[in-house]
């Protein structure tokens, strides 16, 4: 049976646990948090899931946590910078695959210098289903039956705009707060932000960011 550590007990790790739920005879799934009521909710929804509580970044909490079978560790507590040091020690653990939620362009590069290369961004993976689901729908009709806890905006780089020739890996460094894009409008064509180099006039950027922490659930 194969051994899976998840840290952090939000709502993508729900959403991963709901997906483990049909096949408990093929994975063992530890899970680590730090906030006890989310531990005690994890406990009553998903019974099949061994719960350690504490911080993912401690060695000794990851040890407690692995055993001879753990084949993977998936950091998605929510904080890049969590994931970040406990990726790192599970990797310095031998945990053969460690795989990291990370958004943000500056963590992402410090990933690769730490050498964790199996790294999600968020925002890519909910453009990939955005784009699969854009077919005549109404945008805003979509992210509401998408479920997604974040809020959204669109910007149009004019001639004036800071955006202007600017690469897109530069986005969230232009424009306040935690700001990822997601989707670019060119040429009435969408366009992934992996598939284009820097921004041009005329292109509408369609971005997330992320909300102010209202409750645990």
């Not at 079978?69 to 695959?97: C, D, H, R, S």
């Not at 590069?109 to 699969?132: G, H, Q, Y």
């Not at 707060?177 to 820097?198: C, K, M, T, V, W």
Request: aromatic content about 8%.
């Amino acid at each position: 049976m194969m051994h899976i550590i998840i840290a952090g007990g939000g709502r993508t790790s729900k959403k991963m646990l709901e997906l483990f739920k049909g096949h408990s005879q093929q994975y063992k799934v530890t899970l680590i948090e730090s906030d006890k009521k989310v531990c005690e909710y994890i406990s009553e929804v998903y019974p099949y899931v061994e719960i350690v509580f504490g911080d993912a970044t401690h060695p000794e909490i990851l040890e407690e946590a692995r055993n001879n079978n753990t084949a993977a560790f998936i950091g998605v507590t929510g904080e890049e910078q969590t994931n970040l040091l406990a990726g790192k020690a599970a990797k310095k653990m031998g945990i053969p695959e460690v795989i990291l939620t990370i958004g943000t362009h500056q963590y992402r590069e410090l990933a690769k210098v730490m050498e964790l290369n199996n790294i999600i961004n968020p925002a890519d993976s909910i453009s990939a289903e955005i784009v699969t689901r854009l077919n005549g729908a109404d945008f805003a009709e979509l992210i509401h039956d998408l479920h997604l806890e974040i809020e959204f905006k669109k910007i149009v780089v004019d001639q004036w705009s800071e955006l202007k020739e600017v690469p897109v890996t530069q986005f969230e460094e232009k424009v306040a707060g935690n700001a990822y894009p997601i989707l670019i409008l060119r040429h009435q064509s969408y366009h992934l932000p992996s598939d284009i180099d820097e921004f041009e006039v005329g292109d509408e950027v369609i971005y997330w960011y992320k909300e102010k922490k209202k409750g645990i659930f």
